[in-house]
């Protein structure tokens, strides 16, 4: 079983819509990533959290230590939008590697 | 200024080749990062290094890779003797502290390998 699960492993959406995408994970941690990876291209940290919220335009991500979870939220999606977001955390007693999620595909239609 | 960058962006080797794959981080980032992201699936951890210094490479798959950062900027990830199974995007990251912590980690575009 991996570490860190992401759900759903797709989403399709129609412009407008508000997404949100679930990371849970198994063991304890120092904190967490959002990561956006557009086709072909490299890999934009978008948050990176180890407690509460975070909010940046439309995205917003939130975290729950206690429950293990973290949740990334777009508002209002746009086609540009569309991508893959990957959740990494740092394991609790590594200060430098990133354990990722298997990510989940975004696709928003216009 | 720059990002990471790599090259090749696209590479074909024949299986048995050797491979070299190259990474520029950002100017001044201490810490340097490769991974290895199978198709549809999440990037794994490789090594780090610590400017010069490789201080984990528990992630490399087998003796037939090797990373080396010589003067503590540019990278390089050679495979030898490529296998199919080795087919995958290669991306390195740097991060400007050491150690890094929990700090940003900035990504490269990745290095396609495909093995025939």
């Known amino acids: 079983k991996n570490e860190v699960e992401q759900s759903p492993q797709n989403l399709t959406a129609q412009e407008g819509e508000f997404i949100t995408i679930n990371c849970s994970y198994s063991?304890?941690?120092?904190?967490l990533h959002w990561l956006q990876q557009h086709p072909g291209g490299g890999i934009v940290s978008l948050f990176m959290l180890s407690s509460g919220k975070k909010k940046h335009g439309r995205l917003i991500a939130t975290i729950n230590i206690q429950e293990k979870h973290s949740s990334l939220h777009i508002t209002a999606s746009h086609p540009r939008d569309s991508a893959v977001y990957i959740c990494?955390?740092?394991?609790?007693?590594?200060?430098?590697?990133?354990?990722f999620g298997k990510g989940t595909l975004l696709t928003v239609n216009p | 200024g720059a990002g990471v960058s790599q090259s090749p962006r696209y590479k074909v080797a024949k299986r048995g080749q050797d491979v070299a794959l190259r990474c520029d981080p950002i100017s001044g980032h201490v810490s340097l990062f490769w991974y290895q992201q199978a198709l549809g699936q999440g990037p794994e951890f490789l090594t780090y290094?610590?400017?010069?210094?490789?201080?984990?490479k528990s992630g490399l798959p087998s003796d037939r890779f090797f990373a080396e950062r010589p003067e503590g900027s540019v990278s390089t990830l050679k495979i030898q003797r490529t296998q199919q199974e080795d087919s995958a995007v290669y991306l390195c990251?740097?991060?400007?502290?050491?150690?890094?912590?929990?700090?940003?980690?900035?990504f490269g575009p990745g290095t396609r390998l495909t093995v025939l």
């Open positions: 990251a740097s991060s400007p502290r050491e150690p890094p912590g929990t700090d940003t980690q900035y």
């Open positions: 990494a955390v740092f394991l609790r007693g590594s200060n430098y590697k990133l354990t």
């Open positions: 290094f610590q400017n010069e210094a490789q201080l984990d």
């Open positions: 063991v304890g941690i120092s904190a």
